[in-house]
């Protein structure tokens, strides 16, 4: 195992689009999964995606710490998951704005709208189907890692920079978050 160099912003691999996995079991595969779990864990991040170690790949590991709950059914604490050609859906119209940072973007923390509740589906470490629910941060880390796959980072995302920050000014400066609903939905 080895702790992968992590690509920052401005890295055209971040921008391009990952092909999929023909075999999650591959040898390569395998030792690929390994090391950006130990990546992942040495620089306790709550996700990582292939291309964020330089490869383009459609593979994501995440967690779901237990301190960032949101209290809902489909939002509970996770180990880490490794998600081999994702599929994402969402469940409803409604988005929110949550905090988020990212280890190809070090040490600034944007608020980004994400859909509330989403299906996903895709294939585990063993080539084994994954099907979930996912709502609150669980669903952010999920939208937020799949993205990367996309060539998409978070700040693509922001529909208001002005909740763009360097860490330690949004922790001394708190800002409050509204949630965000679609038109005509129960604000
Ligand atoms: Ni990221």
């Not at 395998?30 to 330089?54: F, K, N, S, W, Y």
């Not at 704005?97 to 585990?124: F, H, K, M, N, Q």
């Not at 063993?126 to 099907?131: K, M, T």
């Not at 978070?154 to 360097?166: A, I, N």
């Amino acid at each position: 195992m080895s702790i992968l160099k992590i690509a920052r912003m401005g890295h055209p691999i971040l921008r391009g689009v990952a092909a999929a996995i023909a075999d999650p079991t591959a040898p390569e595969i395998r030792q690929l999964v390994d090391d950006m779990i130990e990546t992942c864990l040495d620089v306790g991040g709550a996700g990582l995606a292939a291309p964020q170690v330089h490869v383009p790949l459609r593979l994501v590991l995440f967690r779901v710490p237990s301190e960032r709950l949101s209290g809902r059914e489909h939002d509970t604490a996770m180990e880490l998951s490794v998600l081999i050609n994702p599929v994402i859906t969402p469940l409803s119209d409604e988005r929110e704005l949550g905090w988020e940072g990212c280890l190809s973007v070090p040490g600034l923390r944007g608020a980004v709208p994400r859909w509330t509740r989403i299906r996903y589906t895709g294939l585990d470490h063993d080539g084994a189907p994954i099907d979930r629910i996912a709502e609150g941060f669980h669903a952010r880390v999920v939208q937020h890692e799949c993205d990367h796959l996309d060539g998409v980072l978070y700040p693509q995302r922001m529909e208001d920079l002005s909740l763009l920050g360097f860490v330690e000014e949004i922790a001394r400066y708190p800002i409050p978050l509204r949630r965000e609903s679609s038109p005509g939905a129960t604000p």
